[in-house]
């Protein structure tokens, strides 16, 4: 797996205690700078494109990447084609949240949590969201907010926005730039299955 962070973030710190909380699960995890070309993604399993990293120099550059990748930037959502172009009507973030609505329970990235509301964060955090296009399975959304999905994936093949078609699997899971470290269980939960499920992986390597 390779991270794509910007190594000269203070928030990078963020970022490395990811990667020592995937790497207890099996995974075997690099982190990646957002300087370096896009071929570093070539023979890795999965992509993670960090909110930490600066959107607007990446933009779009792992769009066509035919390697699955997932994201918690929302700023970056336009750029890889897995909602439409506006801020705050297409994607966006929302400054204080504490609870998902899942929405749809039976899908392997719902971690096998109950329908409905669902604590993720152990205190009020940001949290990204997107709206995504037709071919897209969303699995929860804000309280009370439908049209903001907070994590949703497409399978390679499906239809995107502006017509793109997923050149691998797509997903966006809910974290802000710092929140890992506040994920209740369940939060945990969702982000281990998004994880797993976008790699591909119907179970942790161990």
């Known amino acids: 797996m390779l991270i794509i962070v910007k190594p ?8 490395r205690a990811i990667k020592a909380h995937l790497e207890t ?8 700078s957002q300087y370096d070309p896009v071929a570093q993604a070539d023979g890795y399993d999965l992509v993670v ?16 990447v035919p ?10 959502l336009d750029d890889m084609a897995m ?11 929302d400054p204080a949240e504490h609870f998902v609505w899942l929405v749809n329970a039976p899908h392997p990235l719902a971690a096998g ?3 409905g509301v669902n604590t993720v964060y152990g205190k009020d955090a940001p949290m990204n969201w997107g709206k995504p ?4 399975s969303i699995i929860a959304t804000v309280q009370g907010e439908p049209d903001h999905a907070v994590i949703f994936g497409y399978e390679r093949g499906a239809t995107m926005d502006y017509d793109a078609i997923a050149p691998a699997r797509r997903t966006m899971v809910f974290l802000d730039n710092e929140t890992f470290g506040n994920l209740t269980p369940a939060g945990a939960a969702l982000f281990d299955a998004a994880i797993d499920w976008t790699a591909g992986q119907t179970a942790p390597p161990k």
Request: proline share 5%.
């Open 133 to 136: 296009g037709l071919g897209a």
């Open 67 to 76: 390697v699955p990748v997932l994201t918690w930037e929302s700023d970056l």
């Open 113 to 115: 949590l109950p329908a």
């Open 49 to 64: 494109l960090s909110s930490n990293i600066r959107s607007r120099d990446l933009l779009g550059a792992y769009r066509t």
């Open 25 to 32: 699960r099996g995974y075997s995890v690099t982190l990646g």
């Open 83 to 93: 909602t439409g172009r506006k801020l705050g009507r297409d994607f966006g973030k």
């Open 8 to 15: 000269d973030n203070p928030r990078v710190q963020a970022d």
